[in-house]
Nanobody, 121 residues
Framework: QVQLVESGGGLVQAGGSLRLSCAAS????????MAWYRQAPGKQRELVAR???????NYADSVKGRFTLSRDNTKNTMYLQMNGLKPEDTAVYYC???????????????WGQGTQVTVSS
């Protein structure tokens, strides 16, 4: 069974930086797409950024130019470098892998438990 574990969240002042990590564990053959979502209190979960195994990235307009997504396929780990943080970035950030090839076949829609990011003004 695939497990996604996020880390790196915390409390930071506006303008500061954080680096989130998402590590996938299990007997994994490959992961194509990986993504970060976030959910603020009282709001729907939204896509922040996603990255393919080849390194192609997409970002939400709200984070373009401030967040950078990368991954290390050898470690099945994804990183989100967040710079210029704003109070509106405050949310629980979730790691997602829509499709993971494992020794037991394909696992669909894996999610991490989330990590809290709080940006104070």
């Amino acid at each position: 069974q695939v497990q996604l574990v996020e880390s790196g969240g915390g409390l930071v002042q506006a303008g500061g930086s954080l680096r989130l990590s998402c590590a996938a564990s299990g007997v994994i053959h490959s992961i194509d797409l990986m993504a970060w979502y976030r959910q603020a209190p009282g709001k729907q979960r939204e896509l922040v950024a996603r990255i393919t195994s080849g390194g192609a990235t997409n970002y939400a307009d709200s984070v373009k130019g401030r967040f950078t997504l990368s991954r290390d396929n050898t470690k099945n780990t994804m990183y989100l470098q967040m710079n210029g943080l704003k109070p509106e970035d405050t949310a629980v950030y979730y790691c997602n892998a829509p499709r993971v090839a494992t020794n037991r076949g394909i696992e669909f829609d894996s999610w991490g438990q989330g990590t809290q990011v709080t940006v104070s003004s």
